[in-house]
């Protein structure tokens, strides 16, 4: 029978330890990296949903002003031309009809803009730490049981 001896080098159990030390700095350079990345991908959606909280604030307050110069131009205009065949009071009722149901549509579409861009919470930066992490902690199992 042949035996087989394993001939171990003095140097074998500090290139170990050099090898572990600088994974472990890659490890923490790359964690790092990924921290970074994953910071600047939250800050560019958190702009993006800012920017459609304002665009559906601005539509909601264009809708406050266009309901308060359409009551006093059309009101006038409108009751006075109106006047001429009805009632006043007809006439007012239903020229104040017509402003406010313009209103109300400026109103809904900005409030429907407005509930697009909330919550303000940085969905896909959220999703990409998470995956991050299950990928982490697969490798982390894997480390252990080879």
């Keep these: 029978m042949d035996t087989v001896t394993a001939q171990t080098s003095p140097n074998s159990g ?4 050099t090898n572990t030390a600088d994974l472990v700095s890659q490890a923490a350079s790359q964690i790092s990296t990924l921290v970074r ?3 600047a991908l939250a800050k560019r959606e958190l702009a993006e949903k800012g920017k459609r909280a304002g665009l559906g604030g601005g539509l909601l307050g264009g809708a406050a002003v266009l309901g308060l110069y359409g009551l006093g131009l059309l009101l006038v205009l409108a009751v006075v031309l109106l006047d001429l065949a009805w009632p006043l009071w007809l006439a007012v009722l239903v020229v104040m009809v017509v402003v406010f149901a313009a209103a109300a549509v400026a ?3 900005g409030r429907r803009r407005l509930e697009e861009a909330t919550p303000p919470v940085p969905t896909d930066a959220i999703a990409g730490v ?12 894997r480390g252990r049981h080879a």
């Design 14 to 17: 500090a290139e170990r330890s």
């Design 37 to 39: 990345d994953e910071l």
């Design 107 to 109: 109103a809904l579409l």
């Design 130 to 141: 998470e995956a991050d992490l299950a990928t982490v902690k697969t490798a982390a199992r």
